[in-house]
């Protein structure tokens, strides 16, 4: 079942925080956007979260993410940045026998992060790959005692795929989805150099996580 309006606005003040710009330089960028078509957009450039049917506002605006005063400036326009073809699909069902579900993806992300951490790696980087039915979460390379490494059971469609991103970065995105209910969440996969897209259609949540390019022993 669809959440609330009002369960889409408490989301939006729990997590757009780690979605918006920390630096002055751009400062709209630290604003939560709230469009004429009802959804609520925030990004950073690195990470970008949109919850359509978020509110009924006519006139767009943007607020600050941690004080909610009103930002002046234009916001950028997102709408070519969310992909809405994604070939590659691995599914996140809530339930269902031998799947994982959003916790399950968590635990594995949570594991990924602290290996990038312990290991040194600034950037956090793990890595996604898809061969055939076999789903991996990974990070590190096998000169390291901190290497990840890890199956993610899941409903998957579309070609084989890797891409490399930041952990933190996608343990933020599944946090969002986690704390509305989603009982399905589509993780989409384009390229190694396209931005992976995880959505939540019942729910019209996406986040998008611009992926990293890094050689395939990076991570």
Do not use: C, W
């Amino acid at each position: 079942m669809a959440i609330s309006q009002a369960k889409k606005l408490e989301l939006i003040t729990k997590h757009a925080k780690k979605f918006t710009a920390t630096s002055e330089a751009t400062p709209v960028l630290q604003g939560v956007h709230y469009s004429a078509d009802g959804s609520v957009i925030a990004t950073d450039r690195h990470t970008l979260i949109r919850i359509g049917g978020a509110h009924n506002f006519t006139e767009a605006f943007t607020s600050h993410a941690k004080t909610g005063a009103t930002i002046d400036g234009t916001f950028p326009d997102t709408s070519r940045i969310i992909p809405m073809e994604l070939p590659t699909q691995i599914t996140l069902i809530r339930v269902g026998a031998n799947r994982d579900d959003i916790n399950g993806a968590i635990a594995r992300t949570k594991v990924a992060l602290e290996a990038t951490k312990l290991s040194g790696n600034k950037t956090y980087t793990a890595r996604l790959t898809l061969v055939g039915a076999d789903v991996r979460l990974s990070a590190n390379n096998d000169d390291t005692p901190f290497r990840f490494s890890a199956g993610i059971n899941a409903d998957i469609y579309g070609p084989d795929a890797e891409v490399s991103f930041n952990a933190e970065y996608l343990l933020n995105a599944l946090n969002v989805f986690k704390d509305a209910g989603s009982t399905r969440v589509i993780i989409g996969i384009i390229s190694a150099s396209s931005p992976i897209v995880l959505r939540d259609e019942e729910n019209e949540i996406d986040v998008v996580v611009l992926p990293y390019r890094v050689p395939k022993e990076a991570a």
